[in-house]
């Protein structure tokens, strides 16, 4: 390369030499160097606990480096904390929603300058937030009205609301003129229309900034990228341009093995008998605004997949069939049990476990050890005794034991879980419901947030209990997640059950015959009105009217 080339080339928005980082005896991060040239999305892909939220942590100001140097725009750049960062023009979108859910969407969108619209130094104007704020969800194409309370959004709607908020809230307030913004797993949550609107607004933000993308979808990965870094145990192991990568490349690289063929252990996938014994049945379960009456039996050994759009009701049935959230009417019974009410506290002691698919807000406390939330449903029963006295002794010896079966990386029984990846904390969800052996578990998108190759052990242990007897009521955002594990795929649209489809392991149904299911006939772009779709069409599938 000439000087006169080396000249004529800009400098990066941001360069990392040696960032290092250990919590206590654990190295997180060793070494790491990378660059994120001008108008480029660059993405960092890797294994839960490879060290990505903590990169992200040191860049936004929320940890500091042990060592290790960083330049933005040419300066030195060491954030104290995650408003040093913001004035320096470093936004993010966390893993986990930070959203007010009390206060109005447009609140939101400007938190921390309201200073900026006080007037006579006491009141605000809110009138020119409004106005501010509808700028910046018109340009982000989310379909929201801004003076409504933000809770009043189902989460992808909400996680729009994240996103916006950081790719143009700089921009619009003129805080900023080139944004540098941090996106963490933004699309896990986000339906078919906020995810293509997400992808306008990067290539938007690309023109004027740049991106750096952390994502476990290798597929959105490769699309998405102009510049690819794999972190594997704390080490940047590999730089990548997209053009010349593949998935199976990728997720090699990540875990240290080939994805394998049978990614949902379908082989394995048991042949249930329409007549074999249930483990839950539910009759006539409602709740108004979110679903309409439904019935539906899952059988021992059984994994029954509930797909839908995100305003589907499917997580309101699944919290609806665990007792989680009560319905307004129907009855659930379990173990051929006598049917009642659903109550979560009764049905965990009658063997049903239920993982919610918010975990930081829903699933667990993570400024309480990995034991305790290990122990969490169990305090009455396995870790106390007759007189009340906790068994701290048992509590210990059955973390560790599942820290090492699940292969919970950089945990402890004492180690509080907000230490852990996403991946890691939510195993540590699932060993909660493990050490009670269960018959029945409700599954709400168990591998939101985690990576590959944690994804591949949680569908192997998906199998595994689903070989004891154990019935599985799975609930997922995923379509080839839902495909690749269900026994039967029961279709909801618009609170309504609309479709079952057998998915038996040696004829699974497409994923172009789910998706129109899924999809109200209005809105099917490849099905005129009238048509039947490849579902219903099919003497294969049973539709409900």
């Known amino acids: 390369m000439s000087d006169r080339t080396a000249l004529q080339r800009p400098s990066p928005v941001f360069e990392a030499q040696a960032l290092s980082k250990s919590y206590g005896p654990n190295r997180v991060l060793d070494d790491v160097g990378f660059v994120v040239p001008r108008n480029k999305v660059v993405t960092f892909v890797g294994e839960n606990g490879a060290g990505k939220s903590t990169l992200f942590n040191i860049l936004s100001g929320v940890a500091a480096p042990d060592s290790g140097v960083m330049r933005l725009h040419g300066a030195t750049y060491a954030p104290t904390d995650y408003g040093a960062a913001a004035s320096l023009g470093v936004s993010r979108v966390f893993q986990e929603q930070s959203l007010i859910l009390n206060v109005p969407v447009y609140e939101n969108l400007l938190l921390g300058q309201d200073a900026r619209f006080a007037r006579a130094g006491q009141f605000?104007?809110?009138?020119?937030?409004?106005?501010?704020?509808?700028?910046?969800?018109?340009?982000?194409?989310?379909?929201?009205?801004?003076?409504?309370?933000?809770?009043?959004?189902?989460?992808?709607?909400?996680?729009?609301?994240?996103?916006?908020?950081?790719?143009?809230?700089?921009?619009?307030?003129?805080?900023?003129?080139?944004?540098?913004?941090?996106?963490?797993?933004?699309?896990?949550?986000?339906?078919?229309?906020?995810?293509?609107?997400?992808?306008?607004?990067?290539?938007?933000?690309?023109?004027?900034?740049?991106?750096?993308?952390?994502?476990?979808?290798?597929?959105?990965?490769?699309?998405?990228?102009?510049?690819?870094?794999?972190?594997?145990?704390?080490?940047?192991?590999?730089?990548?341009?997209?053009?010349?990568?593949?998935?199976?490349?990728?997720?090699?690289?990540?875990?240290?093995?080939?994805?394998?063929?049978?990614?949902?252990?379908?082989?394995?996938?048991?042949?249930?008998?329409?007549?074999?014994?249930?483990?839950?049945?539910?009759?006539?379960?409602?709740?108004?605004?979110?679903?309409?009456?439904?019935?539906?039996?899952?059988?021992?050994?059984?994994?029954?997949?509930?797909?839908?759009?995100?305003?589907?009701?499917?997580?309101?049935?699944?919290?609806?069939?665990?007792?989680?959230?009560?319905?307004?009417?129907?009855?659930?019974?379990?173990?051929?049990?006598?049917?009642?009410?659903?109550?979560?506290?009764?049905?965990?002691?009658?063997?049903?476990?239920?993982?919610?698919?918010?975990?930081?807000?829903?699933?667990?406390?993570?400024?309480?050890?990995?034991?305790?939330?290990?122990?969490?449903?169990?305090?009455?029963?396995?870790?106390?005794?007759?007189?009340?006295?906790?068994?701290?002794?048992?509590?210990?010896?059955?973390?560790?034991?599942?820290?090492?079966?699940?292969?919970?990386?950089?945990?402890?029984?004492?180690?509080?879980?907000?230490?852990?990846?996403?991946?890691?904390?939510?195993?540590?969800?699932?060993?909660?419901?493990?050490?009670?052996?269960?018959?029945?578990?409700?599954?709400?998108?168990?591998?939101r947030g985690v990576d590959a190759g944690a994804k591949e052990e949680i569908y192997r242990l998906i199998r595994e209990l689903a070989e004891t007897g154990v019935g599985v009521l799975l609930i997922t955002d995923e379509l080839l997640e839902l495909i690749g594990l269900s026994n039967r795929i029961l279709i909801l649209q618009r609170g309504r059950l609309v479709a079952e489809v057998p998915a038996p392991a040696d004829a699974k149904p497409t994923e172009r015959e789910i998706v129109a299911l899924m999809l109200p006939q209005s809105d099917r772009p490849d099905l005129p009105t009238g048509a039947a779709s490849p579902s219903t069409s099919s003497p294969a599938r049973e539709t409900i009217p």
């Open 124 to 447: 605000l104007d809110r009138k020119a937030m409004i106005a501010v704020a509808e700028a910046i969800v018109e340009e982000a194409g989310v379909d929201v009205d801004v003076r409504r309370r933000t809770g009043d959004y189902d989460f992808s709607k909400r996680q729009s609301i994240e996103i916006a908020r950081a790719c143009l809230a700089g921009l619009h307030l003129g805080l900023v003129t080139q944004p540098f913004v941090l996106l963490d797993e933004p699309t896990s949550a986000l339906d078919r229309r906020d995810e293509e609107a997400f992808f306008r607004l990067v290539a938007r933000i690309k023109t004027r900034g740049s991106l750096l993308f952390v994502s476990h979808r290798l597929t959105e990965v490769l699309a998405l990228s102009d510049l690819i870094y794999v972190l594997k145990d704390g080490r940047l192991v590999a730089e990548l341009e997209p053009a010349n990568t593949t998935e199976s490349e990728l997720h090699g690289l990540m875990v240290g093995r080939e994805r394998a063929a049978d990614f949902y252990y379908e082989r394995r996938q048991r042949v249930i008998a329409k007549g074999a014994e249930p483990v839950l049945s539910a009759v006539g379960l409602y709740q108004p605004g979110a679903f309409e009456p439904i019935d539906l039996v899952v059988r021992k050994g059984e994994v029954v997949g509930i797909g839908g759009l995100l305003d589907s009701g499917k997580s309101a049935l699944g919290k609806a069939v665990a007792g989680v959230d009560p319905p307004a009417a129907g009855e659930v019974a379990l173990n051929g049990g006598s049917a009642g009410a659903p109550d979560i506290g009764r049905f965990v002691r009658q063997g049903l476990g239920y993982v919610p698919a918010e975990r930081l807000a829903e699933g667990m406390i993570a400024s309480a050890s990995v034991a305790w939330n290990v122990s969490l449903a169990s305090g009455g029963d396995l870790f106390s005794n007759a007189l009340g006295l906790w068994r701290r002794g048992r509590e210990v010896e059955t973390t560790e034991r599942y820290v090492r079966s699940l292969a919970i990386r950089s945990a402890a029984a004492n180690v509080r879980a907000s230490r852990l990846s996403g991946g890691n904390q939510q195993k540590a969800v699932l060993a909660r419901w493990l050490c009670r052996n269960p018959s029945v578990l409700v599954l709400d998108n168990p591998t």
